[in-house]
Structures are given as structure tokens and as C-alpha cells.
């Protein structure tokens, strides 16, 4: 039961680049998620998505870009990055909208934007 | 708009027993949740309150009081592997996203 996988764990770039973060759920949950970390903020919502090309804002989805063609992929692109974007990146999947399910988080990516 | 307040960070001994906070503001509710996060590790699902009272898990039990918009994480007989931070996050009006609070996080001492 692969679950869910993020990839690459571990991405360096420089400002200006595109980099695209990948997700990749086995158990064809509904619902994908992805969120940054940063300390003091806690996770904070990007984009989500509640089926194959249907995708949303979260709070803070200035500055990427998702796409979401097929259930098991949700890959995370960011068009032209920003030192600012330096983060930690989790990916998460959940069953279905429903209040009770939970998110199930992959590993994470470990951006850095020099 | 929602918004969560829980504690920077706290230290407990080994064998005792912890409680960690989370208040909130919200205008719709549709479920509170509990997550571990270790160091450089993924959050993973503990706990799920909608109703008001007690869930227990094992060492872990979760309150929820939708009327005063609190909850509380409860560990007990802690033990080191414990040492983690600990993320309230409510699902508000909109069934299918969570907004975390800050974490909680818990040092585990001798």
C-alpha cells in the first residue's frame, strides 16, 4: 500500500525558475490537497481539489499553478519562483468531502530558492 | 474568516499526563482534528471531534465544547517518542478544507 508520494523530497532552484512538485495518491481518494509549512504560520492551504479537473484556491495560491487530469496525480507548479516560496511542501489526500474523513499527508518536498 | 490559538510550546516529564489547548473562532463547523507532526515528518491523523464530550484513543483522548469554541489534546503516561508537535485543525463551512493552527509543540523530559 504505497499510499501517498510526494516527489522530489529535496529540490534546490533559483529565482526565475519554473519547478514542479509532484503528488501521486494509490487510493483514489476524491479530495487533494497541498500546503506549505513555514514557521510561525503553521500549514496553510494552496489548492485543493475535489475530483479530476476540478481544482480551487486555498488561502494562499497566489504565485502557483495546479492541474489535476487525472484522480491520482496533483502536481504542484510554480511558474517563476520567489525566495519567498521557500517552504516546506505537503501534499495530502482525503476519501471524500465529508466532515468525518480525514487528510492523509505525504512526505513532503523541502523547496529552497536561492 | 476562522481562527485558531494554541500554545507555542510545552514540557512534560516522562510518565505524567498533558493536556494541550486549542481555541477557535469560526463562523460554520463542521469538525475539529487533532495531528502529530514528529521533526521533519509528515502530520499524521489522531483524533476527530463534531460533538461535544470526550473521544479516547488509547493514551490520547480528545474534548471538544463547540459553545465555548475549545478543544484539547490529552496525553497520557507520556513517553519520549511523544516529543512532537501536536496541530488542532477545524473544519469550518466548507466541508472538505481544514485550517491548522500554529502546533503545539511538546518536549518529553526524564
Known amino acids: 500500500d504505497a499510499g501517498i508520494t510526494q516527489s522530489p523530497r529535496y529540490k534546490i532552484t533559483e529565482t526565475g525558475r519554473q519547478v514542479t512538485l509532484m503528488c501521486h495518491q494509490t487510493?483514489?481518494?476524491?479530495?487533494m490537497f497541498w500546503y506549505r509549512q513555514d514557521l510561525g504560520h503553521g500549514l496553510r492551504l494552496i489548492y485543493y481539489?475535489?475530483?479530476?479537473?476540478?481544482?480551487d484556491k486555498g488561502e494562499v495560491p497566489d504565485g502557483y499553478v495546479v492541474s489535476r487530469s487525472k484522480t491520482e496525480n496533483f502536481p504542484l507548479t510554480l511558474e517563476s519562483a520567489t525566495r519567498s516560496q521557500t517552504s516546506v511542501y505537503f501534499c495530502?489526500?482525503?476519501?471524500?468531502?465529508?466532515?468525518?474523513?480525514?487528510?492523509?499527508f505525504g512526505d513532503g518536498t523541502r523547496l529552497s530558492i536561492l | 474568516g476562522q481562527n485558531i490559538d494554541q500554545p507555542t510550546e510545552m514540557t512534560a516529564t516522562e510518565g505524567a499526563i498533558v493536556q494541550i489547548n486549542c481555541t477557535y473562532q469560526?463562523?460554520?463547523?463542521?469538525?475539529l482534528f487533532w495531528y502529530q507532526q514528529h521533526a521533519g515528518e509528515a502530520p499524521t491523523f489522531l483524533s476527530y471531534?463534531?460533538?461535544?464530550g470526550l473521544e479516547e484513543k488509547g493514551r490520547f483522548s480528545s474534548f471538544l465544547s463547540r459553545s465555548k469554541g475549545y478543544s484539547y489534546l490529552l496525553l497520557k503516561e507520556l513517553q519520549m517518542k511523544d516529543s512532537a508537535s501536536y496541530l488542532c485543525?477545524?473544519?469550518?463551512?466548507?466541508?472538505?478544507?481544514?485550517?491548522f493552527g500554529t502546533g503545539t509543540r511538546l518536549q518529553v523530559t526524564l
Open positions: 485543525a477545524l473544519r469550518g463551512g466548507t466541508a472538505s478544507k481544514l485550517t
Open positions: 495530502a489526500s482525503s476519501e471524500t468531502g465529508y466532515s468525518n474523513q480525514p487528510q492523509h
Open positions: 487510493w483514489s481518494h476524491s479530495y
Open positions: 471531534n463534531v460533538l461535544d
Open positions: 469560526t463562523s460554520g463547523f463542521n469538525g
Open positions: 481539489s475535489a475530483a479530476a479537473d476540478i481544482t
